[in-house]
């Protein structure tokens, strides 16, 4: 059985043979074998056409003219051959859709499958960030997927013998590109004399974000220790989803006013004066917490709320920023040599203890990287998945 | 007269004095010579403490203990003193405001100034965009100010006469760092022979913004031509901020399905596969635009959408897609060596004309940075002017 896509570079094996198509006003109705079924509006059949004069064959882009048609297209015939999905149009366009991509794409049932996984919020009875062997991960895909699918469910994770050979950047860049700040594309985080921010004192540092001062703040953070001969500093992750999900469940009101009210924030420097402002936790139209953006030292003198709401932006900010403190919710644990931790900075918080450095040295170096690189990257592996297993069952097919 | 701010790095000109506070039961009100009153929240002004146990000295962030305090907490007095706001706290902790901080941060009125513009919405009327020496801002603050001002104003600008010297990231690093992507730090513009995007091929593109495609789309876009001997290949931008006004006022169904139906986004290459779902206007949470995504061949197959909405949704989308190709919106021009388009990529659309190369080669260069860069260049560029205002009050004083 051949596997025709020509809409995009990725494969989608057929599942189960394609049967019948009924045609509707709006829409037709498609039936599988294994009894699934699935509509689509003629629109959006017509506007999904792989064929050559539709998508570009070379970036596989689309050319078509969505204007050109009219919303109530219809086909002239519609029919199953083979597997495929044929549609004639007014004018005799013709569309060949393959059983595999419909059924991937198929919308009227539920939304389409992503190979991402969604968050699972966790508290401190995960005990520990999911750990993995940072030497496997930098040069077997395999152990990368696992990584990559852990960070991507749990927003957290521990990898552990990174080798001495390769720098933060490089574990980042397994996910995709490094992001660049103010700060430079890696950075250290050692007790300084001169230090630019809090982070480089032995100050504790309570349960945070990195840069919640800007509108792009960072996705994926990496922190890799070098050396920790000192006193304290232990590391601390919170799920900030977790402590949404808390609020919302004991204080509603509160819960409505950290998704409406914004905070400002901002980080006036020397040399930079970064500031946004942005409610604490950030929703998408479905209303799911997609973000969170909690950093008590960056927070600016609060002035872009309305005089009588500023009492009830303190009351949620304080609820919430308490519960970051709660040892219900958080992982403790000591960074060694070759731990690095890597976990989504709008979702996770991350604190350390007051260290004294009396010991000996304690340096980390990080790097930022974006929640889009992860999740191309998880998407990739799984593709290369799927591709293997099609190379399999054409070759044992043959 | 001094001038007391020991809270951040910034100086805040005391533009009339300080007369007399009145003290009430959650909050105090402050007077000034020129007639104007604030309200301040005690539990804000505690926050705000700017001492040095409140905010460490050297970084100017905050030590404070937020959650170590009553939200109840009131002063045991408070005066002012040559122009300072003089609050005892019960425990004996005193803090010292003083009256140019408290003027500027003052909310209880309006929201506290930030020197980044608002947005000017603008159409074909504009004529041209905002035009300005591209060698002159590569030294000059004074006309980098000019440049990066209107930038945030209208969202796009254009620099002629670049010299040779200098790439489109020096430019852009005039704002900030540039930003990197899977197409790299700089990337390229020919038509090409084996495109990776429509982008590098001679076809027209219609207009759009670039990486819809990811969660996190560039905030501002460098677009520096270094050949143009083809025929065609005109450029064109459209404000999309305006579009999504028009349809505000001509379609307010279509507008709130813009704003609250996602659409899929994808570019699913050889070697990535970004996909973000979101709505096509996404709004901030006082219902103010912030950020317009369309890119008409980067849509995804639509499957996050309700089986009922997704004729709505193809509604909305082709009617503003619609008015993005509309005279009455649009700025066209062509780009000559030399010359550098750059813009608020999260706002304006662009578009360029089908193009032959057979007169001779087009190639632009481009890169990325993000709003945050810009709106922290112009602050720190407002702030070297006051900094040197009270430098010639405090000169011409002595």
Not at 178 to 192: K, P, Q
Not at 299 to 304: D, Q
Request: glycine fraction near 6%; hydrophobic fraction near 40%.
């Amino acid at each position: 059985m051949t596997h025709v896509n020509t809409a995009d570079f990725d494969v989608y094996p057929r599942i189960s043979q394609l049967l019948r198509v009924e045609c509707l006003d709006r829409w037709l109705t498609l039936r599988w074998h294994d009894g699934f079924t699935a509509r689509f509006h003629y629109l959006w059949l017509r506007d999904n056409c792989p064929c050559e004069a539709c998508v570009h064959q070379v970036t596989k882009e689309q050319t078509f003219e969505l204007l050109a048609i009219d919303a109530a297209i219809k086909p002239v015939s519609a029919n199953v051959v083979d597997g495929l999905l044929n549609l004639v149009w007014p004018g005799n366009h013709q569309s060949t859709y393959d059983s595999g991509w419909l059924r991937y794409h198929s919308y009227s049932e539920s939304p389409a499958a992503d190979p991402v996984p969604q968050p699972i919020l966790w508290d401190a009875a995960l005990g520990a960030p999911p750990t993995f062997d940072g030497a496997a991960i930098l040069t077997n895909d395999d152990a990368l997927l696992a990584w990559a699918s852990a960070l991507a469910s749990h927003g957290c994770s521990l990898l552990t013998g990174v080798p001495k050979s390769a720098n933060v950047g490089d574990v980042a860049r397994r996910l995709g590109p490094v992001r660049d700040t103010n700060f430079g594309l890696l950075w250290d985080v050692v007790a300084e004399p001169d230090p630019v921010t809090n982070a480089n004192t032995a100050l504790p540092l309570p349960p945070h974000v990195d840069l919640p001062t800007r509108e792009y703040q960072p996705g994926i953070q990496l922190l890799h220790c070098l050396v920790n001969e000192a006193t304290g500093g232990e590391s601390i992750l919170v799920d900030g989803f977790r402590l949404a999900d808390e609020v919302k469940n004991t204080r509603p009101d509160l819960y409505e006013t950290l998704c409406t009210i914004p905070w400002d924030w901002a980080n006036r420097a020397k040399t930079s004066d970064y500031r946004f402002t942005s409610p604490i936790l950030v929703t998408n139209t479905q209303g799911t917490v997609t973000e969170v953006r909690l950093g008590n030292w960056l927070r600016a003198p609060l002035t872009s709320v309305p005089f009588d709401q500023v009492e009830q932006a303190y009351a949620a900010y304080r609820y919430i920023f308490a519960l970051s403190f709660d040892d219900r919710f958080a992982l403790k644990f000591r960074l060694g040599p070759g731990d690095c931790m890597v976990f989504d900075n709008r979702r996770i918080l991350h604190a350390r203890g007051a260290f004294s450095g009396e010991a000996g040295h304690r340096h980390l170096q990080g790097c930022y990287t974006e929640r889009d690189e992860l999740y191309s990257r998880l998407r990739m592996l799984h593709r290369a998945q799927r591709v293997e297993a099609v190379r399999v069952c054409t070759t044992s097919s043959l």
